[in-house]
Nanobody, 118 residues
Framework: QVQLVESGGGLVQPGGSLRLSCVAS????????MGWYRQSPGNQRELVAA???????NYADSVKGRFTISRDNAKNTVYVQMNSLKLEDTAVYYC????????????WGQGTQVTVSS
């Protein structure tokens, strides 16, 4: 089992920045691929950014050049630095820990709200 706790959400003006954090506990964090997803009302949950256990990253086209995902295995934490935020970035952001490609399970955090508004 993996428990994930997100933090860092809030209200920010367009063009502003936020950094989300997700702390994992309960298993060997370094073995998991980690991701940030988001979901806004009426829309499906979508991948924002992901980082594999080896550190390879990928991003949704909509956030490339603005968001940066990183991980600190010593702190069991994954981050996403979000810059140049836009109104359409408003959503609940969820942390995901995934070992399904190794035959394991995937886990979700409870989500943190990010609201971009002037």
């Amino acid at each position: 089992q993996v428990q994930l706790v997100e933090s860092g959400g809030g209200l920010v003006q367009p063009g502003g920045s936020l950094r989300l954090s997700c702390v994992a506990s309960g298993s060997i964090f370094s073995r998991y691929d980690m991701g940030w997803y988001r979901q806004s009302p009426g829309n499906q949950r979508e991948l924002v950014a992901a980082i594999t256990s080896r550190g390879s990253t990928n991003y949704a086209d909509s956030v490339k050049g603005r968001f940066t995902i990183s991980r600190d295995n010593a702190k069991n934490t994954v981050y996403v630095q979000m810059n140049s935020l836009k109104l359409e970035d408003t959503a609940v952001y969820y942390c995901n820990a995934d070992r399904t490609r190794y035959g394991g399970n995937a886990y979700w955090g409870q989500g943190t709200q990010v609201t971009v508004s002037s």
